[in-house]
């Protein structure tokens, strides 16, 4: 029987070279539910198992891992994904000592929609791309190399991280008035807003109300043009748990990792490092940075102090990184043993450059955004005059009217 890497390898070539319906057609020897998962993901949780478990009970190292209690076995052994209770950390990936659980893969689905698509196609590539595909491939070749695959352009995201970085400043300065108020950051990572949303549900009102940078640029694409379809590419298996969540799956379309799109170039021969430069992205240094542990923090902090440089009250700093050290970090929290007024979660060792799904160390991809961050025109998103266009084609005449309640930015956190 075919392993699962070749039936996804080969139903992926497949696919590119358009004749997927002949291979399927062709195809004997294979696991039926294997194949379910790579044609329709979105049927599945994000977890996929690639042969049946034969640990015992006793011995499932993947269940007494998972923060989030959502992985267990049913009465035949065979291994059960709870798709609301997942957020896709992937913890149970790393730990399974079997090596029998795989992300899901979502390209071959978004392969074809964005290929029959009649409107707009856009890449909405993520802050932690720099250095992905080679120290060579800047962001113009990269943003060359998307069109050559079929998207009609590539945005970066850091754009709108810019943007959200303005609104958390802003919500800081209206909210903590005192030493005792605290904010939690709900910019960046989906584990750590899911351990807050599901777990420590009581935290949620230090959240503000604010969209993750990804979600932001889906809609704000989807603002401009109705019937474009968004694409995210990115580092981690977590932000397709995000872009599922029934109150902002309105944003994106496919959520596709830095492997996913390694595989589709692999297949298609295509070496961003050669490809032509494209024209450049206008984020600030703030929104470049989110992709690091302690990025939206410093961002924040730059922006609040550019927005209101008098405030008595600054932003105090407490981050963690890595499944184990977020949930450290929101324990105390709850107990009482923490003295910051600004929390920073990522659920990824080093942030997002450290995601399951990147394709270099996260030491290298860190130094790489740092590069990237020093080479911005402006500083904080304040100071970058893209931002303050781009806001008002979306209707925000002021940096202050992000304030309001939007249906671009503004997320809802229910408290339980």
């Given at each position: 029987?075919?392993t699962?890497?070749?039936?996804?390898?080969e139903l992926?070539?497949a696919?590119?070279?358009?004749?997927k319906?002949?291979?399927i057609n062709?195809?004997d020897?294979?696991?039926a539910?294997?194949l379910d998962?790579l044609?329709h993901?979105?049927?599945?949780p994000?977890?996929?198992?690639t042969d049946?478990?034969d640990?015992?009970d006793?011995d499932?190292?993947?269940?007494?891992v998972?923060?989030?209690?959502?992985?267990n076995?049913?009465?035949?052994?065979?291994i059960q994904i709870?798709?609301?209770?997942c957020?896709?950390c992937t913890y149970?990936i790393?730990e399974?000592r079997?090596?029998?659980?795989?992300?899901s893969k979502?390209?071959?689905?978004?392969?074809?929609?964005?290929?029959s698509?009649e409107?707009?196609?856009?890449?909405l590539?993520?802050?932690?791309?720099l250095?992905?595909f080679?120290r060579?491939?800047t962001?113009?070749k990269?943003?060359?190399?998307f069109?050559?695959?079929?998207?009609?352009?590539?945005l970066?995201?850091a754009l709108f991280a810019?943007?959200?970085?303005l609104k958390?400043?802003l919500?800081?300065?209206?909210?903590?008035?005192?030493?005792?108020?605290?904010?939690?950051?709900?910019?960046?990572?989906?584990?750590?807003?899911?351990?807050?949303k599901?777990i420590?549900?009581?935290?949620v009102?230090h959240v503000?109300?604010?969209?993750?940078?990804?979600?932001a640029?889906?809609?704000?694409?989807?603002?401009?043009?109705p019937d474009?379809?968004?694409v995210?590419i990115?580092p981690?298996l977590a932000?397709?748990?995000e872009?599922?969540?029934?109150?902002?799956a309105?944003a994106?379309?496919?959520v596709?990792?830095f492997?996913?799109?390694q595989?589709?170039?692999n297949?298609?021969?295509?070496?961003?490092a050669?490809?032509?430069?494209?024209e450049?992205?206008?984020?600030s240094r703030a929104g470049?940075?989110?992709?690091?542990?302690?990025g939206v923090s410093e961002?924040?902090k730059l922006?609040?102090?550019?927005i209101?440089p008098?405030?008595k009250i600054?932003?105090?700093?407490?981050?963690?990184?890595?499944?184990?050290?977020c949930k450290?970090l929101i324990?105390?929290i709850?107990?009482?043993?923490?003295s910051?007024?600004?929390y920073e979660?990522m659920?990824?060792?080093?942030?997002?450059?450290?995601g399951?799904?990147?394709l270099?160390p996260h030491?290298?991809?860190?130094?790489?955004?740092?590069?990237?961050?020093?080479?911005a025109?402006?500083p904080?998103?304040?100071?970058?005059?893209?931002?303050?266009e781009?806001l008002k084609?979306?209707?925000?005449?002021?940096?202050e009217?992000l304030?309001?309640?939007s249906?671009i930015?503004t997320?809802?956190?229910p408290?339980?």
């Amino acid at each position: 029987m075919k392993t699962f890497e070749e039936l996804y390898q080969e139903l992926l070539k497949a696919t590119i070279e358009d004749r997927k319906d002949e291979y399927i057609n062709t195809l004997d020897n294979f696991d039926a539910y294997q194949l379910d998962c790579l044609l329709h993901p979105n049927k599945h949780p994000l977890v996929w198992y690639t042969d049946t478990c034969d640990c015992q009970d006793d011995d499932r190292h993947c269940v007494k891992v998972c923060p989030f209690h959502a992985i267990n076995p049913d009465k035949s052994g065979v291994i059960q994904i709870d798709e609301e209770l997942c957020s896709g950390c992937t913890y149970c990936i790393q730990e399974c000592r079997g090596k029998k659980l795989t992300s899901s893969k979502d390209v071959i689905p978004a392969l074809q929609a964005f290929r029959s698509h009649e409107g707009f196609v856009y890449a909405l590539i993520a802050p932690a791309f720099l250095g992905q595909f080679s120290r060579e491939v800047t962001p113009g070749k990269l943003r060359s190399a998307f069109k050559k695959i079929g998207f009609d352009g590539m945005l970066e995201v850091a754009l709108f991280a810019d943007i959200l970085t303005l609104k958390e400043a802003l919500e800081f300065d209206k909210n903590i008035q005192t030493e005792e108020d605290y904010q939690l950051t709900s910019c960046c990572c989906p584990v750590w807003i899911a351990w807050i949303k599901n777990i420590y549900n009581e935290l949620v009102p230090h959240v503000p109300p604010s969209v993750s940078p990804m979600i932001a640029s889906g809609r704000a694409v989807k603002a401009m043009y109705p019937d474009a379809l968004t694409v995210f590419i990115g580092p981690c298996l977590a932000k397709k748990a995000e872009a599922r969540d029934k109150d902002i799956a309105d944003a994106i379309d496919y959520v596709l990792t830095f492997q996913e799109i390694q595989d589709i170039f692999n297949i298609m021969d295509i070496n961003p490092a050669k490809m032509e430069e494209s024209e450049k992205d206008h984020s600030s240094r703030a929104g470049r940075i989110y992709a690091h542990t302690g990025g939206v923090s410093e961002a924040v902090k730059l922006t609040l102090e550019r927005i209101n440089p008098t405030r008595k009250i600054t932003i105090q700093t407490q981050k963690a990184d890595g499944v184990k050290a977020c949930k450290r970090l929101i324990e105390d929290i709850m107990a009482g043993k923490t003295s910051a007024n600004f929390y920073e979660g990522m659920g990824c060792e080093g942030g997002c450059v450290g995601g399951p799904k990147t394709l270099i160390p996260h030491e290298e991809g860190r130094k790489n955004v740092e590069k990237y961050g020093d080479s911005a025109s402006f500083p904080t998103p304040i100071d970058n005059p893209y931002v303050i266009e781009l806001l008002k084609q979306l209707g925000f005449e002021t940096i202050e009217s992000l304030l309001n309640d939007s249906d671009i930015f503004t997320r809802t956190f229910p408290q339980k």
